[in-house]
């Protein structure tokens, strides 16, 4: 039976100001609480994972930098760009951080096939890859059995940023977007389709929210 997950679009959200949210969600969720799953923008900014290395990030430049608490190295966010915060309970969902991880990739990949985009996960690097571009990059934190952070989409943003820091820890690491794909999707329509594929994969039943 399908576990029921509540979605929430909360539009453009600063990074720290949604992160500081997921962490008292996390930290005050009990069992029967139900997972969410969050999905949103940021404003430009550039996030360290917990065991970031500083030679990664090469030229910030004016965009902010912030050390986060999710595991992987360096990326970017910024607005064109998919986020999905996945607020789940392993525990409910019986399942391990690895598994967690491939569902979310094999959802990504499912989300680009159905707009003929073929992408591939790899062993050696978490993320979604359309031959050898980064298009999708994950990034998890798991605390008392529950996840927060998630993974973000490269939909129609600017890619230049990418240029100042080596993207999740590889120097080098080219990434694309769906629109230099030939898919225009905004945020709203490819949220609901990555919703559509989390679901599928994790046996989840969405019960979206709305708000003022």
């Not at 994950?138 to 080596?166: K, Q, S, W």
Request: one cysteine or more.
């Amino acid at each position: 039976m399908p576990l029921p997950v509540i979605i929430r679009d909360l539009g453009q959200k600063d990074y720290v100001e949604t992160w500081r949210a997921m962490r008292d969600f996390t930290d005050s969720r009990r069992p029967e609480t139900p997972s969410e799953i969050w999905l949103l923008e940021h404003p430009p900014v550039f996030t360290q994972g917990q065991a970031g290395k500083a030679e990664h990030l090469l030229d910030p430049g004016d965009i902010p930098v912030v050390q986060s608490d999710r595991g992987g190295q360096v990326t970017y966010h910024g607005p064109g760009q998919l986020i999905a915060y996945l607020l789940l309970d392993l525990k409910a969902l019986n399942r391990g951080i690895r598994s967690l991880v491939s569902a979310m990739e094999d959802a990504v990949i499912r989300l680009l096939a159905d707009q003929d985009i073929a992408a591939a996960a790899r062993p050696d690097a978490p993320g979604v890859y359309v031959g050898e571009k980064k298009i999708a990059a994950l990034g998890l934190r798991v605390r008392r059995g529950y996840t927060y952070h998630g993974l973000a989409l490269n939909l129609e943003m600017d890619l230049a940023p990418f240029e100042r820091i080596n993207p999740c820890g590889h120097a080098g690491q080219e990434v694309t977007r769906m629109k230099d794909l030939g898919v225009d999707m905004n945020r709203q329509q490819a949220g609901a389709a990555l919703v559509v594929a989390l679901c599928r994969e994790l046996n989840l039943e969405p019960r979206w929210q709305t708000h003022d």
